[in-house]
C-alpha cells in the first residue's frame, strides 16, 4: 500500500472498519513507515483517552435491584391491570419490528472479499463521510463544477444532473483510486449521500459492469463514453443499481 | 415461557449492559436522577420486548430503547422543562464544503489537551445526537453497524455525524483551553 492510501485511510482502520482486504496492506505499512505508525498511536491514544472522560462514571449501587424489582412488580401485577394500553401494544410492534429488521442486516452484511479496486472505493467513500471532506466544492453556486475540476485533475468529468429524479448532485471532490487522482461526486439520496467516481478508461476493452457489497455499502462499477464509474452508497443493491442507472450505466436497465 | 423464566432469561443478557446503558443515559439527560430514572424506563420497556432479544446483539437493541425512551420522555412537557438537553434541533447540518485548509486535514480531531473535566464539558455543550454517538464509538466500542443499528440511522450517517462530532468535540476542547489559559494569565 501506498503512503497516500495509508495516510487516508488510518483514521478508519483504527475504527477497525476498513475494508477487509485492505488491512494486511495497511500493517506491513504500518511497519515501515515513520508517520504512519506515530498517527495511528495518537488516534489509538484519543480513543483511550475519550474512553476514559466520558465513561468514568458507574451506576449507582442499588440502580440493578431497582430495576430487577420494577421487572417483578411488573410481572406480579394481575394481566388485567399489566395490560398496555392500545397504542402501546401497537408501538411494541413497530418497534420489535424495526429492531428485527436491523438485527438481520447486520447478520447478512458479513464481507465478502470484494476486487481490490472496489475495496478502495469503499475505503474512499467511507473515509470521506468520516472526514469532513465529503465535498471540496458543493454544487449550484453559480460556476459549473467541471470547472473547478479543471487543474485540479489532468481531464475533465463528465457531470450528469438528475435532481429531477430524486438524485441532486451535492458537489464534488478530489479523490484517489490506486494512487491517481479521480474525480468523485457527490449525490444525495434521501438520507444517503453517494459518491461516483470517475476516471479515464485505462484503455483495452471496457470494464465488465460489476457490482459489489460490503458492511450494508453497495458498489457499482461500470464504463461509459471512455471513462470508468464506480458508484457508492449505503443503499441497498437494488436501488443501487437504479442510482447506477441514472447515472449512466446502461448496463443496468 | 413461565413470566420467571422470562425476567431471568432478560436479566441475563441485559444486565451485561446495565453501564453502558447508564452512561448513555447520563450523557442523555445530563444529570444522575434523571439517568437513574431513564435506565430503569428503559430496562422496563425492554423486558416487555424481550422476546425479540438476540444475545449476540442485545447491546445495541438495549442502546436503541434507551435513547428512544429518552426521546418519548422529551415529548412529554414536564420532562422537558426539567430537561437542558433538547437541542436537536442542530440536527444533520448538511455537507458543506470543507474549508480548505490543509493544515487541518491529517489531524483527525486529535485531543490536544488529555483534561477529562475539560473534555467532559466540551462534551455536554454538544448537541444530544453526537454526545450519544460519541459514547457509543469511545466509550462502548461499538461497531459502525452497531451503531446504525442503536441510533436507528444508516450507516453514512453514522460516519458522518462521528466524523462531526469528533471535529466539534476537539475543537471546543482546544478553546476550552485555550480561553481557561487567557483567563489565568488576566488574573
Same mark, same amino acid.
Not at chain 1, 484517489?176 to 449521500?193: C, M, N, Q
Not at chain 2, 422529551?74 to 493544515?103: H, I, Y
Not at chain 2, 452497531?146 to 450517517?157: C, R
Given at each position: 500500500?501506498?503512503?497516500?492510501?495509508?495516510?487516508?485511510?488510518?483514521?478508519?482502520?483504527?475504527?477497525?472498519?476498513?475494508?477487509?482486504?485492505?488491512?494486511?496492506?495497511?500493517?506491513?505499512?504500518? +511497519?515501515?513507515?515513520?508517520?504512519?505508525?506515530?498517527?495511528?498511536?495518537?488516534?489509538?491514544?484519543?480513543?483511550?483517552?475519550?474512553?476514559?472522560?466520558?465513561?468514568? $462514571?458507574?451506576?449507582?449501587?442499588?440502580?440493578?435491584? +431497582?430495576?430487577?424489582?420494577?421487572?417483578?412488580?411488573?410481572?406480579?401485577?394481575?394481566?388485567?391491570?399489566?395490560?398496555?394500553?392500545?397504542?402501546?401494544?401497537?408501538?411494541?410492534?413497530?418497534?420489535?419490528?424495526?429492531?428485527?429488521?436491523?438485527?438481520?442486516?447486520?447478520?447478512?452484511?458479513?464481507?465478502?472479499?470484494?476486487?481490490?479496486?472496489?475495496?478502495?472505493?469503499?475505503?474512499?467513500?467511507?473515509?470521506?463521510?468520516?472526514?469532513?471532506?465529503?465535498?471540496?466544492?458543493?454544487?449550484?453556486?453559480?460556476?459549473?463544477?467541471?470547472?473547478?475540476?479543471?487543474?485540479?485533475?489532468?481531464?475533465?468529468?463528465?457531470?450528469?444532473?438528475?435532481?429531477? $429524479?430524486?438524485?441532486?448532485?451535492?458537489?464534488?471532490?478530489?479523490?484517489?483510486?490506486?494512487?491517481?487522482?479521480?474525480?468523485?461526486?457527490?449525490?444525495?439520496?434521501?438520507?444517503?449521500?453517494?459518491?461516483?467516481?470517475?476516471?479515464?478508461?485505462?484503455?483495452?476493452?471496457?470494464?465488465?459492469?460489476?457490482?459489489?457489497?460490503? +458492511?450494508?455499502?453497495?458498489?457499482?462499477?461500470?464504463?461509459?463514453?471512455?471513462? $470508468?464509474?464506480?458508484?457508492?452508497?449505503?443503499?441497498?443493491?437494488? $436501488?443501487?443499481?437504479?442510482?447506477?442507472?441514472?447515472?449512466?450505466?446502461?448496463?443496468?436497465? | 415461557?413461565?413470566?420467571?423464566?422470562?425476567?431471568?432469561?432478560?436479566?441475563?443478557?441485559?444486565?451485561?449492559?446495565?453501564?453502558?446503558?447508564?452512561?448513555?443515559?447520563?450523557?442523555?439527560?445530563?444529570?444522575?436522577?434523571?439517568?437513574?430514572?431513564?435506565?430503569?424506563?428503559?430496562?422496563?420497556?425492554?423486558?416487555?420486548?424481550?422476546?425479540?432479544?438476540?444475545?449476540?446483539?442485545?447491546?445495541?437493541?438495549?442502546?436503541?430503547?434507551?435513547?428512544?425512551?429518552?426521546?418519548?420522555?422529551?415529548?412529554?412537557?414536564?420532562?422537558?422543562?426539567?430537561?437542558?438537553?433538547?437541542?436537536?434541533?442542530?440536527?444533520?447540518?448538511?455537507?458543506?464544503?470543507?474549508?480548505?485548509?490543509?493544515?487541518?486535514?491529517?489531524?483527525?480531531?486529535?485531543?490536544?489537551?488529555?483534561?477529562?473535566?475539560?473534555?467532559?464539558?466540551?462534551?455536554?455543550?454538544?448537541?444530544?445526537?453526537?454526545?450519544?454517538?460519541?459514547?457509543?464509538?469511545?466509550?462502548?466500542?461499538?461497531?459502525?453497524?452497531?451503531?446504525?443499528?442503536?441510533?436507528?440511522?444508516?450507516?453514512?450517517?453514522?460516519?458522518?455525524?462521528?466524523?462531526?462530532?469528533?471535529?466539534?468535540?476537539?475543537?471546543?476542547?482546544?478553546?476550552?483551553?485555550?480561553?481557561?489559559?487567557?483567563?489565568?494569565?488576566?488574573?
Amino acid at each position: 500500500m501506498r503512503h497516500a492510501e495509508a495516510e487516508r485511510w488510518l483514521p478508519l482502520y483504527a475504527d477497525d472498519e476498513m475494508d477487509p482486504s485492505t488491512t494486511t496492506g495497511m500493517e506491513a505499512h504500518l +511497519r515501515v513507515c515513520e508517520a504512519c505508525g506515530p498517527r495511528l498511536e495518537a488516534l489509538r491514544r484519543n480513543h483511550v483517552v475519550l474512553a476514559r472522560a466520558l465513561g468514568r $462514571e458507574v451506576a449507582p449501587a442499588g440502580l440493578r435491584e +431497582r430495576i430487577l424489582g420494577a421487572i417483578a412488580a411488573v410481572e406480579d401485577a394481575p394481566i388485567g391491570r399489566r395490560a398496555l394500553p392500545a397504542w402501546t401494544r401497537y408501538a411494541a410492534t413497530i418497534v420489535a419490528s424495526a429492531v428485527l429488521a436491523s438485527a438481520a442486516t447486520l447478520a447478512v452484511t458479513r464481507s465478502k472479499p470484494v476486487q481490490p479496486l472496489a475495496a478502495m472505493v469503499f475505503n474512499d467513500h467511507m473515509r470521506a463521510l468520516t472526514s469532513h471532506r465529503m465535498i471540496e466544492v458543493a454544487a449550484g453556486d453559480g460556476r459549473p463544477i467541471q470547472s473547478w475540476f479543471q487543474g485540479r485533475l489532468n481531464f475533465i468529468p463528465p457531470v450528469t444532473e438528475r435532481a429531477r $429524479e430524486g438524485l441532486p448532485l451535492i458537489g464534488g471532490r478530489v479523490d484517489y483510486i490506486d494512487g491517481h487522482a479521480v474525480a468523485a461526486l457527490v449525490y444525495g439520496r434521501g438520507r444517503h449521500l453517494v459518491s461516483l467516481f470517475v476516471r479515464p478508461a485505462p484503455g483495452g476493452p471496457p470494464p465488465r459492469p460489476a457490482s459489489a457489497e460490503r +458492511r450494508g455499502f453497495n458498489c457499482v462499477h461500470w464504463g461509459a463514453g471512455g471513462f $470508468e464509474y464506480w458508484a457508492v452508497a449505503d443503499v441497498p443493491a437494488t $436501488e443501487m443499481k437504479q442510482i447506477s442507472r441514472l447515472l449512466g450505466n446502461r448496463s443496468a436497465a | 415461557m413461565t413470566q420467571g423464566a422470562k425476567a431471568e432469561r432478560f436479566m441475563r443478557l441485559a444486565s451485561a449492559h446495565l453501564e453502558a446503558a447508564h452512561n448513555l443515559a447520563l450523557w442523555l439527560t445530563g444529570n444522575r436522577s434523571d439517568a437513574e430514572d431513564l435506565t430503569q424506563d428503559a430496562f422496563l420497556r425492554a423486558f416487555r420486548f424481550s422476546d425479540q432479544l438476540r444475545g449476540e446483539s442485545a447491546k445495541p437493541w438495549l442502546l436503541k430503547i434507551v435513547r428512544n425512551t429518552h426521546y418519548s420522555r422529551l415529548r412529554n412537557v414536564r420532562f422537558m422543562l426539567r430537561s437542558t438537553t433538547f437541542d436537536d434541533a442542530a440536527g444533520e447540518a448538511e455537507q458543506t464544503p470543507a474549508d480548505g485548509n490543509p493544515a487541518d486535514d491529517p489531524e483527525d480531531a486529535l485531543l490536544r489537551v488529555e483534561n477529562d473535566e475539560l473534555i467532559r464539558a466540551a462534551m455536554r455543550a454538544l448537541p444530544a445526537d453526537q454526545r450519544a454517538i460519541l459514547v457509543l464509538r469511545e466509550v462502548e466500542d461499538m461497531t459502525y453497524n452497531e451503531i446504525a443499528v442503536a441510533l436507528d440511522i444508516p450507516i453514512g450517517t453514522v460516519m458522518s455525524r462521528l466524523g462531526r462530532a469528533r471535529k466539534l468535540l476537539a475543537d471546543r476542547v482546544k478553546n476550552m483551553d485555550q480561553e481557561a489559559a487567557h483567563a489565568t494569565r488576566r488574573s
